[in-house]
C-alpha cells in the first residue's frame, strides 16, 4: 500500500457553506461593510488624491457616503474598483465573487443570471469585471515572503518517442514558473517565466510589493549566488 497522501476530496475541503455565506451578507449593507474592511483596513482612503481625511456625508449622499477633505471629491468603496459605476448591490457582488473563486469549473453568466436574480447582460458585464480582476490586479504582499521556483511539464517516459527531448541533464521542455507565499496571510503568487536569470526573478521579487529584508534567507542567498553568476555575462 502506498503511503502518499492523497488530497483532500471535495466533501473534505474546507470553506465557506451557502447558509454562512448568507448569513455574512443578509443585506447590501452587511456586504459593503465587509468590501471597506477588504480595501480599507486603516479605514477610507480617497480614491482621487489617496488622502485618509475625510468626512461622513451618510443621509445626504447615499452612493457617496464620504467626502474627502483635502480634494472636496465624494468617493464610496466602489469608485475606482471593479465595482464602479455599477448599479449592482453590494450583496449581489459579494455572493458573484463568491461563485467565481470556489466554482471548481469557472462559473458562466447563465448561471450568475439564475442564481442572483439578474438581466443576462448584467450578468456578463459583472462576470467580465470580476475575470478582468483577478487577472491584472497586483496581489501585494506585506511579509514574511516565501520564493522559489520550479519546473511544469510531462515526464519524457510518459511522452511519445517521437516528442522526446534528447538533451541530457537540466529539465528539458519543461516551462519555469516562479511563486511566492505570503506567511501572514497564506496568499500565493505564480507566474510563468521565460527564464530564471537573476534579472527575471529580480522583477518578479519588485512587483510583489514587498521589501527584500522581508524575504525569505535562504533564497535571498541563492538569488545573490545567481547575480553574481550572471555579471561576467551581463558586463560582455
Not at 10 to 20: I, K, M, P, Q
Not at 168 to 185: I, N, Q, S, W, Y
Amino acid at each position: 500500500m502506498s503511503n502518499r497522501q492523497q488530497a483532500p476530496g471535495r466533501a473534505d475541503r474546507e470553506g465557506l457553506t451557502l447558509v454562512e455565506l448568507f448569513q455574512m451578507f443578509p443585506d447590501d449593507e452587511s456586504a459593503e461593510q465587509w468590501f471597506e474592511q477588504q480595501m480599507w483596513p486603516h479605514g477610507p482612503v480617497c480614491p482621487d488624491c489617496g488622502s485618509l481625511r475625510h468626512s461622513v456625508t451618510r443621509g445626504k449622499h447615499i452612493a457617496m457616503p464620504y467626502r474627502c477633505l483635502d480634494c472636496r471629491q465624494y468617493f464610496s468603496v466602489r469608485k475606482r474598483s471593479v465595482m464602479h459605476s455599477s448599479k449592482l448591490g453590494y450583496q449581489t457582488w459579494a455572493i458573484a465573487l463568491y461563485q467565481v473563486l470556489t466554482g471548481l469549473k469557472g462559473v458562466s453568466a447563465m448561471k450568475i443570471h439564475r442564481d442572483l436574480g439578474i438581466g443576462y447582460q448584467a450578468a456578463w458585464h459583472l462576470l467580465h469585471r470580476i475575470r478582468k480582476a483577478l487577472e491584472t490586479g497586483e496581489l501585494m504582499m506585506s511579509g514574511p515572503i516565501e520564493v522559489d521556483e520550479t519546473f511544469v511539464g510531462g515526464k519524457e517516459a510518459n511522452k511519445h518517442e517521437s516528442r522526446r527531448s534528447r538533451a541530457r541533464g537540466g529539465v528539458p521542455d519543461k516551462a519555469p514558473v516562479v511563486g511566492a507565499k505570503d506567511r501572514a496571510t497564506g496568499k500565493v503568487r505564480a507566474k510563468a517565466v521565460s527564464n530564471t536569470d537573476s534579472a527575471t526573478l529580480q522583477g518578479f521579487v519588485r512587483g510583489l510589493a514587498v521589501e527584500l529584508a522581508q524575504m525569505g534567507e535562504e533564497y535571498l542567498s541563492a538569488l545573490e549566488a545567481r547575480l553574481q553568476a550572471d555579471l561576467p555575462q551581463l558586463s560582455r
